[in-house]
């Protein structure tokens, strides 16, 4: 059976584009142009297939005579049986060199699986050595680095210890000129420790002397003493009596004190009431001018209502007057006609 997805038409049209392009229908490149899909022998049959439907087709066209028809059959039949030897031939060779690199592969592909593991693990190794590599790099760089310090340092201790030395020699020189200077010292002070021995001695002496004279005068002086003792007591009465009178003339003064301290706050509390009568009489003047004021305004209000009764009274009495006056016309107005008035009648 062929298999999925090639069948006749597609190697008929795979043989006739491979015709086309004027190469040499074989099973290769039939095979090639089907995109190297389906076996050899399938292609090869279907090839054979066709070339008969093309035998019988020239048979059926009857184109060419009988003797030449046999002829191309017979030669066709040749052919046929020789390519399907060489196909055979080389379908068995395909195969079997097929399997060869098949195995082949299968080789490559387990000593490729086994140079990949050696490789991985070389490359683990290569890594871990360049991994410990740069860590001696670094300790080396580091190491190098700690003795390029410690040289520094030990430069600078040797300089140091140059110069230590170089100290401790000049504090050796500066000891040894002290201690010279110290025995110079203590051979001076000694000297003048025996110089001051001698001149205390002398001092001594002098004051020894002195005493003696001091003791002379002091007794001179003690009946002086005794002299000024009685003097002293005498004094010391009359001090006792000044004391007293001085008491006496102290309790006086407190009285007195205590009189000008009463008079004091006397006089304080009189300021204190100068002032308030001050203050109620600058209060009581306030008020006073005020009512002054008040006085004077009722004044000229009063005189105002006196010029104004005044007025009223001359106008009243000029009005009464007018009265009096219309009254008497009045009056005699009246007399004149009851005086005529008995006239009238009999006449």
């Known amino acids: 059976m062929a298999r999925g997805g090639i069948n006749k038409a597609l190697v008929l049209k795979a ?56 002829l191309v059959t017979r030669l066709a039949a040749g052919l046929r049986e020789e390519a399907n030897v060489i196909v055979e031939q080389q379908a068995v060779k395909f195969e079997q060199q097929l399997q060869d690199l098949r195995a082949q592969n299968s080789e490559s592909t387990q000593a490729l699986e086994a140079l990949n593991k050696k490789y991985t693990s070389q490359s683990d190794t290569l890594e871990c050595l360049e991994t ?15 003795i390029a310090k410690a040289t520094q340092t030990e ?5 140091l210890l140059k110069e230590k030395q170089t100290q401790i020699e000049s504090l050796e020189e500066k000891h040894h000129h002290n201690r010279e200077a110290l025995e110079h010292y203590r051979q001076s002070v000694k000297e003048q420790r025996e110089q001051d021995l001698r001149r205390h001695e002398q001092q001594v002496q002098l004051l020894q002397g002195e005493n003696r004279v001091l003791n002379q005068t002091l007794s001179l002086k003690q009946s002086d003493v005794t002299q000024l003792n009685k003097d002293n007591s005498r004094l010391v009465s009359e001090l006792g009596a000044a004391q007293k009178a001085l008491s006496h003339l102290t309790s006086a003064k407190n009285e007195l004190e205590s009189r000008v301290k009463a008079l004091d706050l006397s006089e304080q509390s009189l300021n204190i009431e100068l002032l308030t009568s001050r203050d109620h009489i600058e209060s009581y003047s306030v008020e006073n001018g005020k009512l002054r004021q008040e006085y004077g305004d009722l004044q000229s209000k009063q005189q ?29 107005t009246a007399g004149v006609i009851n005086d005529n008035a008995p006239d009238n009648h009999t006449k």
Request: no cysteine.
């Open 15 to 70: 043989r006739e584009e491979v015709l086309k392009k004027g190469q040499n229908p074989s099973i290769d490149t039939i095979r090639i142009a089907l995109g190297n899909t389906g076996s050899k022998s399938t292609i090869h049959r279907y090839l054979k297939e066709l070339e008969e439907e093309s035998a019988i087709k020239m048979d059926d066209a009857s184109l060419l005579s009988q003797p030449i028809k046999e």
């Open 304 to 332: 105002a209502s006196i010029v104004k009764i005044a007025m009223l009274e001359a106008g009243v009495s000029a009005k009464n007057d007018v009265i009096n006056q219309l009254i008497a016309g009045a009056s005699g």
């Open 155 to 159: 430069a600078k201790l040797t300089a």
């Open 132 to 146: 410990a590599l740069v860590g001696k790099n670094a300790a080396v760089a580091k190491f190098e680095v700690d």
